[in-house]
């Protein structure tokens, strides 16, 4: 089987453990070079930022060291036995911003991978080379070589004690994130330079080639969205002839992981299976969707595409690769 899968960061990270796992794959690892199963990664690249001359990519590189061993498993982001010293002498510089924090062994990454864009590698090029450390099991591939970051117009925070500063300010989607951890309200998001980008070839040609596409428990705005934004992604999601089956990162009208509803709110959608689902939309109505996974107890109808309840916590790697394999049933598929 040939899996295809349209994730972001921590979330999609470890659903993609769990779509390892389904395949007999180990969650952590590298592939026998002889089984019969294989796993591409679209991945979101509107996280993707420019921090202290170094380009960071948070999404692909969660997804990297998660499934390559190296990750800090408690946080779900960042480099386990991290160390903190580079970001310790950068805030004695006074040298902002201060609020993103990269650590000494992350540093050498966001090294290595800014030194090869600046010698004309493309990303896609880039984190393969990246990957032949970590040893994946998964082909990570960027939704795009070019440069697409995802910027958020918001209540600007200094608006309230200075009536000269403009009410609404547009900022990265990193800094609305971690530093004023989502509070200030959202009106709408930009995928700043998607309109000039292309999807990569080949994430195309993952896409058709496939026997099923998922789309991962994801935050569907700037992690699924994004890379749906992206000229040619939805186009290889419409003509491709496997099932596109996506799983909800919404139980109980609230997010798994994050704040995903304030992203969503921001364009007028529900914070529920539902809601997400129809957002998406039913491959049978002009939109993504074959199949919509939601979790046990929620209920959602999804014009043009086929749900189906199930556990959706990803509690540990057995419940992740039951989640996996229920998509997979919904596609009419099963693995030997």
């Not at 491959?283 to 749900?307: C, I, Q, Y």
């Amino acid at each position: 089987m040939k899996v295809t899968v349209l994730v972001g960061g921590v979330g999609g990270a470890r659903f993609l453990q769990g779509v390892k796992a389904a395949l007999g794959l180990p969650p952590v690892g590298p592939a026998p070079e002889d089984h019969p199963h294989s796993v591409d990664a679209v991945v979101n690249i509107g996280d993707d930022i420019w921090l202290h001359g170094l380009r960071v990519c948070p999404d692909l590189d969660t997804c990297m060291y998660t499934l390559g061993g190296g990750i800090d498993v408690e946080k779900g982001w960042g480099r386990a036995g991290e160390t903190w010293s580079v970001k310790a002498e950068l805030e004695a510089y006074g040298a902002d911003p201060t609020w993103f924090g990269l650590g000494d062994r992350d540093v050498a990454t966001h090294l290595v991978r800014t030194r090869m864009l600046r010698a004309g590698y493309p990303l896609s090029q880039v984190t393969e080379a990246l990957c032949h450390r970590w040893q994946p099991g998964v082909r990570l591939l960027p939704a795009s070589d070019d440069r697409v970051e995802t910027h958020v117009v918001i209540d600007n925070p200094d608006s309230a004690a200075d009536e000269d500063v403009a009410p609404q300010v547009a900022i990265h989607f990193q800094e609305w994130w971690i530093k004023h951890r989502a509070a200030p309200k959202a009106h709408r998001f930009a995928s700043i330079g998607a309109d000039q980008a292309g999807i990569l070839p080949d994430a195309r040609a993952s896409i058709a080639g496939a026997d099923v596409v998922l789309v991962g428990p994801s935050n569907p705005v700037v992690s699924i969205g994004t890379v749906v934004s992206i000229p040619g992604v939805a186009q290889a999601l419409a003509a491709t002839p496997a099932p596109v089956v996506g799983l909800s990162p919404i139980v109980g009208g609230r997010p798994v992981r994050g704040m995903a509803d304030a992203c969503l709110t921001a364009l007028g959608v529900e914070t529920s299976a539902e809601g997400v689902g129809r957002h998406y939309g039913g491959r049978g109505e002009g939109g993504l969707l074959d199949g919509w996974l939601v979790h046990t107890g929620d209920t959602a109808t999804v014009p043009g595409a086929t749900v189906r309840e199930v556990p959706l916590l990803m509690t540990d790697h057995d419940a992740t690769a039951a989640m996996a394999r229920a998509a997979f049933e919904l596609a009419g598929l099963s693995v030997d």
